[in-house]
């Protein structure tokens, strides 16, 4: 069972080949399409340590990350090099470095009011970090929690759940569409075959590994 739990323990063991090394080619990408305003706020759900934040961050725009794990959260402003101050809440232990607000705690205990008036959500294996059965809460919960007005840059892996236990979890496209086409206008950007760019996983009995890049609008 994937539960917080297996989450801090992966964590705690530097279990973390979701980690990219650099920042993630479609945000470099896409990001720009959405033509935000300096001072805009991206909102990143399970956030890890991901190079993604700074960049977002030095792009002009105000981040806020969700992220159960406070060694995540510690070892991203470390490495970034980066003074913070942190306070709790009764939910969250909020960290702040500039325009960078890292909450420390569980996704589905924030409200609207702790995200503000966030302009876009960058999905990068949050999606794909919950089991089946938890995905139509968690989508649920997003939409509850994110303003009318904000988009989305959803990334996705699809493969044959049969040969590989997760997490990162095979989210097939038509999920997609089941969970946000009624809130959103969806469009697929790209899906590439990139089983050759894992080998990993290959490794362990994937034959095939699709990953899909989403744009979705109001
Ligand atoms: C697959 S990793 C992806 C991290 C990041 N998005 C990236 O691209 O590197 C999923 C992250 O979500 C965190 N996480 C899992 N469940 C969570 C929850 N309910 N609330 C907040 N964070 C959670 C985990 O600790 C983990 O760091």
Same mark, same amino acid.
């Given at each position: 069972m994937?539960?917080?739990q297996h989450w801090l323990d992966r964590w705690k063991e530097n279990r973390i080949g979701f980690h990219e090394p650099t920042v993630n080619q479609h945000l470099r990408q896409y990001l720009p399409q959405f033509s935000l305003p300096r001072g805009a706020c991206v909102f990143l759900p399970l956030c890890g340590k991901a190079h993604d934040i700074v960049w977002i961050a030095q792009q002009g725009y105000e981040v806020i990350g969700i992220e159960l794990s406070q060694l995540a959260i510690e070892a991203f402003f470390e490495g970034n090099r980066l003074d913070y101050e942190r306070f709790d809440t009764d939910r969250f232990g909020i960290y702040r470095s500039g325009n960078i607000s890292l909450l420390q705690?569980?996704?589905f205990d924030l409200s609207n009011d702790d995200l503000g008036a966030c302009s876009l959500v960058y999905d990068r294996a949050a999606l794909i970090a919950m089991e089946q059965?938890? #995905?139509p809460g968690y989508c649920d919960h997003m939409l509850s !929690? !994110?303003?009318a007005a904000s988009n989305m840059l959803? !990334?996705? %892996?699809?493969?044959?759940q049969a040969e590989m236990q997760g997490p990162p979890f095979s989210v097939p496209s038509d999920e997609v569409y089941q969970y946000y086409s009624d809130a959103f206008s969806i469009n697929l950007l790209e899906s590439n075959d990139i089983i050759d760019e894992r080998p990993r996983w290959r490794k362990v009995g994937l034959?095939?590994?699709?990953e899909s890049v989403f #744009? %979705?609008?109001r």
């Amino acid at each position: 069972m994937v539960d917080n739990q297996h989450w801090l323990d992966r964590w705690k063991e530097n279990r973390i080949g979701f980690h990219e090394p650099t920042v993630n080619q479609h945000l470099r990408q896409y990001l720009p399409q959405f033509s935000l305003p300096r001072g805009a706020c991206v909102f990143l759900p399970l956030c890890g340590k991901a190079h993604d934040i700074v960049w977002i961050a030095q792009q002009g725009y105000e981040v806020i990350g969700i992220e159960l794990s406070q060694l995540a959260i510690e070892a991203f402003f470390e490495g970034n090099r980066l003074d913070y101050e942190r306070f709790d809440t009764d939910r969250f232990g909020i960290y702040r470095s500039g325009n960078i607000s890292l909450l420390q705690g569980d996704f589905f205990d924030l409200s609207n009011d702790d995200l503000g008036a966030c302009s876009l959500v960058y999905d990068r294996a949050a999606l794909i970090a919950m089991e089946q059965q938890h #995905r139509p809460g968690y989508c649920d919960h997003m939409l509850s !929690i !994110i303003p009318a007005a904000s988009n989305m840059l959803l !990334i996705t %892996l699809e493969y044959d759940q049969a040969e590989m236990q997760g997490p990162p979890f095979s989210v097939p496209s038509d999920e997609v569409y089941q969970y946000y086409s009624d809130a959103f206008s969806i469009n697929l950007l790209e899906s590439n075959d990139i089983i050759d760019e894992r080998p990993r996983w290959r490794k362990v009995g994937l034959s095939a590994l699709s990953e899909s890049v989403f #744009r %979705l609008d109001r």
